[in-house]
């Protein structure tokens, strides 16, 4: 048998092994989405823009949104992978991974795999590695906190969600498919959070398609065959 040639790819195709850090990611896209907002005389419209709508116009309307642009802008909105517990870091948010479960229609895919070649400078495989998939369903529970009044947090909850919806394709680019999201009305966890902190939650759901190595094999060249006869 000769040896096997394969066209040149890129074996960088595969960008990651291993369960993605979703939360990690989320965390990223927020801060990213805060220093455009506050860097953007564009942003305030675009994300509050409705306020001005003749329903609400008399109520709130063009001054409310310089108010609000004005508050994120001068405030230091940390973020953090736990839940706050002291106040005086208000207004925060909070990041947890709630659940990552395998999914039960697709766990097939740990037995289907495809090969990562390295190849050598003839374009001959070297060797070959199995690269397996796990598919989860990763729930990501995002916590906005204020203390003091709940209005902060319904303003920074409508530029969260307009965060998430605008950069979508960051998440698909990354593996993470079909991001959806629920929001809750106003509460507080007593048992995490200090009893003056008004808090709504988001949770994110994404399709994750982790990939691993399985094992890395040399290539067999050559098979010699001895027959013997009696």
Excluded at 93 to 115: K, R
Excluded at 136 to 156: E, P, W
Excluded at 197 to 208: A, H, P
Aim: net charge negative; glycine share 6%.
């Amino acid at each position: 048998m000769g040896t096997y040639v394969y066209p040149n790819e890129e074996t960088e195709s595969i960008k990651y092994y291993g369960v993605y850090p979703v939360d990690f990611l989320i965390e990223s896209v927020l801060e990213d989405g805060l220093d455009w907002f506050r860097s953007n005389p564009e942003a305030p419209n675009l994300v509050f823009g409705h306020l001005v709508n003749p329903l609400l116009s008399a109520k709130y309307g063009q001054s409310k949104i310089a108010e609000i642009s004005e508050y994120i802008r001068s405030k230091k909105i940390r973020i953090f992978q736990s839940f706050p517990l002291d106040g005086e870091q208000s207004p925060c948010v909070s990041i947890n991974l709630s659940s990552s479960t395998e999914n039960i229609a697709t766990a097939g895919l740990n037995d289907y795999y495809e090969d990562d070649d390295v190849l050598g400078s003839d374009d001959s495989i070297v060797s070959r590695t199995e690269v397996g998939y796990t598919s989860l369903s990763d729930n990501v529970l995002i916590g906005i906190h204020a203390v003091g009044g709940s209005d902060i947090v319904k303003y920074l909850y409508m530029l969260f969600l307009y965060i998430l919806n605008s950069q979508r394709e960051v998440f698909e680019e990354e593996g993470l498919l079909n991001l959806t999201y629920s929001a809750t009305d106003m509460s507080r966890l007593n048992e995490y959070l200090p009893s003056n902190m008004y808090s709504r939650f988001i949770t994110v759901n994404v399709l994750n398609f982790a990939r691993f190595k399985k094992r890395t094999m040399p290539i067999i060249e050559s098979i010699e065959l001895t027959a013997e006869y009696e």
